[in-house]
């Protein structure tokens, strides 16, 4: 029996699905860390193949072996290790062309690779076919047809990486070029031996790095891929082998090297890939509008306020029923415990602190569902990639990469995850300039809070209102970037490369998984994070100096809110239940409409009731459709949940700039509240 355990990293492209393959094989002997020094996680599991006992190690997602990102150097840095035994490289083969750059590098590195084509299923839903005898002739390697949603091809893929262990050099490779139309020494080797051979002038250039590189280093093993690399300018390889290659490096060969790889990438979907082109077509018609430099943006907000008008309408005819329901379970619990003779105070606690907390966040969820499932289509469908396609020029002028604006996406839905992507940017620089502005994103957290008071305050034109906070948190953080970039000398923000998918027909697996990801998400929230606020906050307006008391203004909570009138009087927020709201939104920004219940002493708020309750009650406070829309605009500015600052200081590991991040926020919503108030105030 064979005693040593087989290593085998899973490597590819970020989305292709190798997790979930690796998930398939691993089952519950998961285990989940980070790396040495890092935050990037580690996932490691183990299996048996027959006699074989297996090793599998999840490797972060990469798009190459260039040591740009936190992630890619962790990869690069273990497959290069003496750990790894085989490498299956997991690709999207819906998407195969984006995918055979990274398989081209790992290739090179001379170790066992099996390429795993996954996501199989979706290239035969586009109609589209690939040459599973060509294309393993043409890269010299196994090439394995697996589907790790649906489970399909795990025993083979398996199967073949325990038998291709020692197949170092891989296959016959078999392509149509001809050897003698080459100069170099060394081309018909060349074409025997490498399925990716470069121009003679590159295969020059390679010989004569590697030769110098045995000859100072003889320790070096696979001279070719470090020649290669060293050729490309990489500096972590040119640091840890120094040597003066002035004459061999006599320009930037690092694009030719890429460009390269393309042609003979296109080469390889030509032979292979057959209906590709009529897919491509398609998809180019519609992205000469989608991604036009002039209307792209203008359709990204119509396409947005389209999902808001469906949030708005569709999520508000739901939502009518869970109102109904609330109020029967406030009317059955408060008359149930009195029949019982609970004490007063105890019926308050459960019915206008619980009920009336929880219970009002979760008349929203059908206007979360509707969002999030309008989220997910069009994510799936392949539009979100082109939203960062058509955001990259402006993302340049305003000095962050690019990729800055992926975590910026995903803050519509939540900080926390967009804060962790920030991860993708290759300097600290860009980092902290994204996890400042991301912030600045509405996350579906505030929705609840623009659709109380855009309802109570501005009825047909609710949905602009809330809309127009989107489209304001987006023209701030674009705003703050700028005034950055003319207050920092340093280099622009680098460029996005990032493939276009095909457009597909969302998946109603993928659509069901993240929808139902972030409703759990929700209602954990209401369960726990809301559940203690509202109680915390029932305390604190029915608790004094003299104990329990039904008069709010003899309260603590009244006390402390009105010490902070004068501070946000400028900005018409200077209403102590207001301010008390606000700062109970710190903890989680849907408790903000809970509080409001709770101050206001108005069970049942989201109901048709409870709103003309509320809207009398703050009419006579003054409180208008102004103050309304500041509030909503201070809500979507200032200090972000603290699950999002705690994930902040976790990424940048500095409590002091955490703290100055958000002083800088609060600032800012106080800064921007004050503009609209006092412009308002002289308009109206």
């Known amino acids: 029996m064979n005693t040593k355990e087989l290593t085998i990293g899973f490597v590819g492209n970020p989305n292709c699905g190798k997790t979930t393959l690796f998930n398939a094989y691993t089952g519950a002997n998961l285990k989940v860390a ?30 190459s072996l260039t040591s740009y990102t936190m992630e890619e150097t962790v990869t690069r840095q273990y497959i290069l290790s003496d750990d790894v035994d085989v490498i299956v490289d997991v690709a999207d083969a819906s998407a ?58 795990l025993e083979i893929l398996i199967h073949t990486v325990v038998h291709h262990k020692d197949k170092a050099q891989g296959e016959k490779i078999i392509h149509h070029h001809d050897p003698e139309a080459s100069s170099h020494k060394d081309a ?139 109020e029967w379970l406030t009317a059955w619990a408060a008359g149930g415990l009195s029949a019982i003779g609970t004490a007063p105070m105890l019926i308050s606690l459960i019915t206008d602190g619980i009920i ?25 469908s392949g539009y979100m990639a082109r939203v960062a396609y058509v955001m990259d020029g402006i ?17 519509f839905g939540c900080t926390v995850p967009a804060v962790m992507a920030s991860r993708v940017l290759e300097n600290r620089k860009d980092r902290l300039k994204t996890i400042l502005i991301t912030p600045f ?11 109380l008071f855009s309802e109570l305050f501005f009825g047909d034109r609710a949905m602009a209102a809330a809309f127009s906070m989107y489209v304001l948190g987006l023209a701030v953080g674009i705003l703050v970037a700028y005034v950055m970039k003319l207050t920092d000398r340093g280099k622009d923000g680098d460029m996005l490369l990032i493939e276009l998918p095909e457009y597909k027909t969302p998946n109603a697996h993928t659509i069901y998984v993240y929808v139902s990801e972030k409703v759990k998400d929700y209602l954990s929230k209401a369960g726990t994070t809301i559940f203690i606020a509202s109680i ?78 509320l809207s009398a009650l703050l009419g006579t406070m003054g409180f208008g459709a102004l103050n309304a829309y500041v509030l909503m605009v201070f809500c979507l500015l200032y200090v972000p949940c603290m699950a999002a600052v705690a994930t902040i200081k976790r990424e940048i590991g500095s409590w002091r700039w955490t703290a100055a991040m958000a002083a800088f926020q609060l600032a800012t919503a106080w800064a921007v509240s004050f503009v609209i108030f006092q412009a308002g105030s002289m308009l109206l």
């Open 188 to 326: 018909e080797e060349h074409h025997k031996r490498y399925a990716m051979v470069y121009s003679d002038e590159i295969e020059d250039k390679i010989d004569e790095i590697s030769e110098r590189l045995s000859a100072a280093y003889p320790e070096v093993g696979n001279l070719r891929w470090h020649a290669i690399k060293i050729l490309e300018n990489d500096q972590e390889l040119q640091k840890r082998y120094p040597m003066d290659l002035s004459d061999v490096l006599d320009q930037d060969y690092e694009k030719e090297i890429i460009n390269q790889k393309f042609s003979f990438i296109e080469e390889v979907m030509a032979e292979c890939v057959v209906n590709r082109a009529k897919k491509m077509e398609a998809t180019d018609r519609t992205d000469r509008i989608l991604t036009h430099p002039v209307l792209g943006l203008p359709v990204f907000l119509l396409i947005m306020a389209g999902v808001f008008f469906l949030t708005f309408t569709v999520g508000d005819w739901l939502k009518g029923y869970f109102e109904v329901a609330l």
């Open 34 to 63: 980070n790396w040495p020094g890092v935050t990037v996680e580690k996932k490691e599991g183990a299996m048996r193949f027959h006699d074989e006992s297996c090793r599998l190690v999840d490797l972060p997602g990469t798009y």
């Open 441 to 451: 994103m509405s996350c579906s957290a505030r929705l609840p809070i623009y659709v």
């Open 536 to 613: 915390i906050m029932w305390l604190v307006m029915n608790l004094g100096v003299h104990g329990f008391t039904t008069d709010m203004d003899q309260s603590f909570g009244a006390v402390i809110g009105k010490l902070l009138v004068p501070v946000f009087a400028p900005i018409g927020l200077g209403y102590w239940q207001i301010i008390l709201a606000l700062i109970s939104g710190i903890a989680a920004k849907e408790v903000v409409v809970s509080s409001c219940s709770v101050l206001f002493g108005i069970g049942n708020v989201t109901t048709e009731a409870g709103m003309g309750n």
């Open 96 to 153: 195969l062309e984006r995918n055979l750059y990274l398989t081209l590098q790992l290739m090179e590195l001379g170790k066992p690779v099996v390429l795993a084509l996954n996501m199989m299923d979706i290239v035969q839903e586009r109609g589209m076919e690939i040459d599973l005898h060509r294309l393993p002739e043409m890269l010299g390697i196994p090439c394995v047809p697996v589907s790790a949603r649906r489970r399909t091809g």
């Open 395 to 411: 993302m340049g002028r305003i000095g962050l990469s690019g990729r800055a604006f992926l975590p910026m996406l995903l803050g």
């Open 356 to 380: 009336a907390g929880v219970g009002g966040i979760l008349t929203f969820l059908p206007n979360i569902f509707i969002l999030f499932l309008a989220l997910a289509f069009l994510e799936d």
